[in-house]
């Protein structure tokens, strides 16, 4: 790069014509000065760009690995159903136990515990299971009302606590969310069963049969439940019956009594003889 005279006037604002041996010592120090700053930019530049690099890949670097930690846990449950499936009460427990370890708040891995629990006739730990999942499957449901699903694993948490009343209301909530759901209404039918609602039982059976006309279990459930509305009816008429009865002895009784207690007609005295 040659510099005119009057270029080297404007850049350096001297009189650079005189000794001409002084040009090559300025030309090395503009080069220098070109060669410094665009090095200085250029690190600049990197430096920016590796922290915008590394900004950006943080994010997905810390979702993916939550996504996988997700993916764990319900590998883990998936295990102990087909463990519980097969009757291995021992690996399933401890499967359920593992995704409960790495994350407590799992509402269906509590729920499947106490399955686990039950079958291994520890009844305690069982019932602490199912409470634990109640609590946290409410959660859930208050969360996002519309979670079917929650809501039908809510229903079973109270059914093994034997809470039939606050089951048939989850399982009710579960056929209005999903009502091609056969497994909740064949839930529901049981609940009420237990609860003695033999209509609404009917209802339900009926309603799992024609959702599933195979399930046999809804068949069977049918049956009783006809059959305890049966019993209900023949009771409600054999109390009216025996009511009637016990109306009629009471107005019998009463007409006895007002006869017993009319005064009878006084004997006239025998008339003396004249």
Not at 32 to 54: D, E, H, P, Q, W
Not at 59 to 85: D, M, N, T, V
Not at 210 to 233: C, H, M, T
Request: charge should be negative; charged fraction near 30%.
């Amino acid at each position: 790069m040659i510099l005119s005279q009057f270029d080297s006037e404007l850049v350096f604002g001297v009189d650079t014509c005189p000794p001409m041996t002084n040009a090559p010592v300025i030309l090395r120090k503009v080069l220098l000065v070109a060669v410094a700053s665009y090095l200085i930019v250029g690190m600049s530049g990197c430096r920016r760009g590796a922290k915008n690099t590394n900004a950006n890949l943080s994010p997905s670097a810390g979702s993916e690995s939550e996504s996988e930690r997700s993916r764990h846990e319900q590998s883990l449950i998936e295990q102990g159903k087909e463990f519980y499936k097969n009757d291995q009460d021992e690996q399933a427990m401890a499967a359920f136990q593992e995704a409960i370890r790495l994350n407590p708040d799992l509402a269906e891995a509590h729920l499947r515990l106490g399955m686990a629990y039950a079958a291994l006739e520890r009844k305690p730990e069982a019932d602490e299971s199912y409470k634990k999942a109640v609590e946290l499957f409410k959660k859930r449901v208050q969360a996002d009302p519309k979670d079917a699903e929650s809501f039908f694993y809510l229903g079973e948490a109270h059914s093994f606590l034997h809470q039939d009343e606050e089951a048939a209301r989850a399982y009710r909530q579960t056929t209005r969310l999903k009502p091609v759901d056969e497994e909740a209404f064949y839930q529901l039918g049981k609940a009420e069963t237990k609860l003695a609602h033999y209509p609404e039982a009917v209802a339900a059976f009926q309603k799992a049969l024609e959702l599933d006309p195979n399930d046999s279990r809804a068949s069977d459930g049918l049956e009783n439940a006809q059959e305890g509305a049966q019993r209900i009816r023949e009771g409600k008429k054999h109390a009216e019956e025996m009511l009637k009865k016990q109306q009629a002895n009471a107005n019998g009784n009463g007409n006895m009594n007002s006869n017993s207690s009319a005064k009878p007609t006084p004997k006239r005295p025998p008339s003396n003889p004249w």
